[in-house]
Structure formats: C-alpha cells, structure tokens
C-alpha cells in the first residue's frame, strides 16, 4: 500500500484516482463516477457508492486502498473537506428559479449550466489552442466519431465547410469507414469526437490508425476515456450521463466557441462570409422554405 497522500485540489484528486483507474475496468469504472459526482459522493456511505455504480463494497474498499487510503471514510473525510472549503452558493441556481426545488428538470439544468461556465477557462488551456492549430493546418481534417457522439459531426463539418476548412466526416455508417487506414497520415489530421457510452467501433478504429502512424485529437470528458490511450492530445468537456439522452449541451456550446476561433484564424473568413451572405439573398425570393433555401446554398456553393 503506499503512503497516503492528502489531495487539496479536485484536479489533485483526478490525478490521484488516474493512478489506478487502468488497473481494472472496475477501478476504471469507480475513478470516473467519482470524478463526475464528487458533490454527490460527499453523501454517500461506501454501500450506496457501490450500489450506485453496480460494483461490490469490495471493490471499492480494494479501490480506495489502491489509491493510498486505509478505507473509503478516510477518502471521503479529505473529499468532504476540499468540497466545504469550495463552496460557494452556485448562480446557475438563479438560472434554474423557474421550476420548483423538486422538479427533476431543475437539477439537470443546473448541472448543464455549470458545466457550461467551464468552458471559458477550458478555452484558455494549451490543448485547445492545439485543436484550433490542427484544424488550421494545410491537411485535410477528418471528424470520426459513433452512435450517438457522432450526431454532432454534421454541425461540425458544415460550418467548418462554410469557413472554408477542408474537412470530412466519417462515421461507422459511411463507406469512408472501412478505408480510413488507407489514406496518408502525413496528409490528413483527425479529430476524434466520443462521449459516454464510448463505441467499441470508434476505440478500436483509433488504435488502428494509432498504430499506422495517423495524428489523433480526442474531445471526451475525461481523462479516463478509453479514447485517451488511443490519441497523441485530448481535450476534456464535460456532459451529463445521468439523464436517459445524456446532456450534450456543453459540448455543443464548446464546438460553437471552437469553430468562431478558427474562422477568426482565418484570413479569407471575411470575404468568405460576404460571398455566403450574397448568396443567400439571391436564394431568398426564390420557391423554397427557409430550411430548402440553406440546404440550395449550401450545394451550390460547395458542389456548384
């Protein structure tokens, strides 16, 4: 057992729960639903975490001697103390005073907007000014994601086509799929889209075309995503995992910073952005709704 180490940051307990999370699934599985319900956790006894989780008490004592604790008490006394001196009265809070105290919407849109305040310090961290880099480079950015993370990539390949970035979406339902591994890594930059529940699919396509030398930028939500091993840089954005569609506002609000960052990068956006408006009027008067309109512009300024 090693010496037990007190953390005195949430990011110092994230650093300590990493230690161990690879050695099992279930340790894996323990780390990151700490790492997502700490403020939860505080009220939990070591019978409830591991019912909440569908792990034995077992497990989680082994878990927590792992990590340098003689138990999960003593764990959870640090953890109560870093999250007592944290607090301050949350102003998402304010947000949410619409519904009542005991309407289950009102958490959900609690967490959503305090997770979405992260952004702004997310946005200052070297490994985002590395994403904005990437999709800037003269190669062509490919989107790769599954199920249900990849209902973004149309969003995204969209508007990064608008601003004039060369880019493509490949998804397990594309014919593209099966041919990723022959492309040439030093001519394409992924980026690897994948939240909870991760797909088998896409972790097993990253280390295929980890393993053939192809540059790999994951956006998940923690740094005990399977994606992580399987990619040179990642990105963390939180979501909510506990809803039955999970909560991807977060991540959808940090592809929207993203992609106004890149556009600022580049120097033709301006009169790019003058050209789309020009032809959007010109498309306006003619027999389409507003939604057949964009998709008309849309083709004819990227296929004619």
Not at 7 to 23: N, Y
Not at 194 to 216: A, D
Request: glycine share 4%; net charge neutral.
């Amino acid at each position: 057992m090693t010496t037990m180490k007190l953390f005195k940051t949430i990011d110092e307990m994230t650093l300590l729960l990493g230690r161990v999370a690879d050695d099992s699934p279930v340790y894996q599985r323990i780390a990151l639903y700490i790492e997502k319900n700490y403020q939860r956790v505080i009220f939990m006894t070591a019978n409830e975490l591991a019912d909440a989780m569908g792990v034995s008490q077992g497990s989680v004592s082994r878990f927590f001697i792992a990590i340098g604790y003689h138990g999960y008490n003593e764990f959870l006394r640090n953890l109560q103390q870093i999250v007592a001196r944290d607090y301050i009265t949350p102003q998402p809070r304010e947000a949410a005073s619409g519904l009542s105290i005991d309407d289950p919407r009102r958490e959900l849109l609690e967490r959503e907007i305090a997770n979405i305040t992260i952004l702004g310090s997310l946005c200052q961290q070297p490994e985002y000014q590395q994403l904005v880099d990437m999709a800037l480079q003269p190669k062509k950015l490919l989107l790769v994601s599954a199920r249900l993370s990849a209902t973004m990539l149309p969003y995204l390949e969209y508007v990064l086509k608008k601003i004039g970035i060369d880019v493509q979406a490949v998804t397990p339902d594309t014919p593209d799929w099966e041919w990723l591994e022959f492309m040439d890594p030093d001519r394409v930059n992924v980026m690897v889209v994948g939240f909870p529940s991760y797909p088998t699919v896409l972790i097993k396509k990253c280390q295929q075309l980890k393993r053939q030398g192809f540059f790999l930028f994951a956006v998940t939500d923690s740094q005990f995503s399977p994606l992580v091993k399987c990619t040179a840089r990642s990105i963390f954005v939180p979501v909510i995992l506990e809803s039955p569609f999970d909560g991807c506002s977060t991540p959808v609000a940090f592809f929207s910073l993203l992609l106004r960052d890149i556009a600022d990068r580049l120097p033709q956006f301006t009169e790019r952005q003058e050209r789309i408006k020009d032809m959007e009027r010109k498309a306006r008067p003619g027999p389409f709704s507003p939604v057949e309109a964009a998709g008309q512009v849309y083709r004819t300024y990227f296929y004619g």
